[in-house]
């Protein structure tokens, strides 16, 4: 093991002193290439596994990982068993030797619902389709077409002919009202309806945005 200034000693995940420390004892891994802080009883990280940022480079920075989504492995690779030992398996994997870290690749991130222990119900499943008490939850869609009983009520007004027999002008359209009845029939055609307007199709519904990458401590 080598001593850098200040008393830091350099070693790796697997090699951490267990010996002769004393609380406040600094280390910096090479594998994780983090610096860890003695609190008496176990080694820290100064900025805690799993923490999540944005990140504005292309590439993740030493000790950080894209969050992407991929399929990590806590025993064949070590340096990643004390983020496991935070998130798990909350986010997929099989737990035994795998698991999985967030997928933020075009997400944006909403706080959980009930992180205090008690739902604001601001994000629930009935009204956006994702449970806000769950972490990892995730939905949403990029485009959205509606259906009819999202539209707003409306009504489409007509014209009434009251005379028996007589007829209206609307648009240059002739409508007349059928001899001792109340239907109202468009000459010629036997029956009215308004002109369909809209393509049926689906509406943008992305956020003022601005891309970055996320990073996760590992």
């Known amino acids: 093991m080598t001593v850098i200034g200040h008393g830091v000693e350099i070693c790796t995940s697997t090699t951490r002193p267990t010996i002769g420390i004393t609380a406040g004892s600094l280390i910096y891994e090479t594998d994780t290439q983090s610096y860890r802080w003695y609190n008496g009883s176990t080694w820290l990280g100064l900025i805690p596994e799993g923490t999540v940022q944005p990140y504005s480079g292309s590439t993740a920075p030493t000790g950080w990982l894209l969050c992407a989504g ?24 099989s ?3 795998s ?60 014209f009434r002919v009251t005379t028996s027999g007589g007829s209206v002008n609307v648009n240059g359209d ?15 055609a036997g029956y009215l309806k308004t002109s369909p307007v809209g393509g ?17 401590k590992f």
């Open 70 to 93: 991929q399929t990590l492995n806590s025993i064949t690779s070590p340096q990643y068993a004390p983020l496991f030992s935070v998130i798990g398996t909350t986010y997929g994997g």
């Open 95 to 97: 737990g035994a030797s």
């Open 99 to 158: 698991f999985i870290i967030p997928d933020l690749r075009g997400r944006t991130v909403a706080g959980r619902d009930n992180m205090d222990g008690t739902a604001a119900n601001r994000i629930t499943a009935g009204a956006s389709g994702i449970t806000g008490t769950t972490l990892g939850a995730a939905g949403g869609a990029q485009t959205h077409t509606m259906s009819t009983s999202e539209m707003p009520s409306h009504d489409h007004p007509y």
């Open 174 to 188: 002739i409508i007349w009202a059928v001899s001792g009845g109340n239907v109202v029939d468009k000459a010629g």
């Open 200 to 216: 049926g199709g689906a509406h943008q519904n992305t956020q003022p945005t601005i891309i970055l990458n996320y990073i996760i």
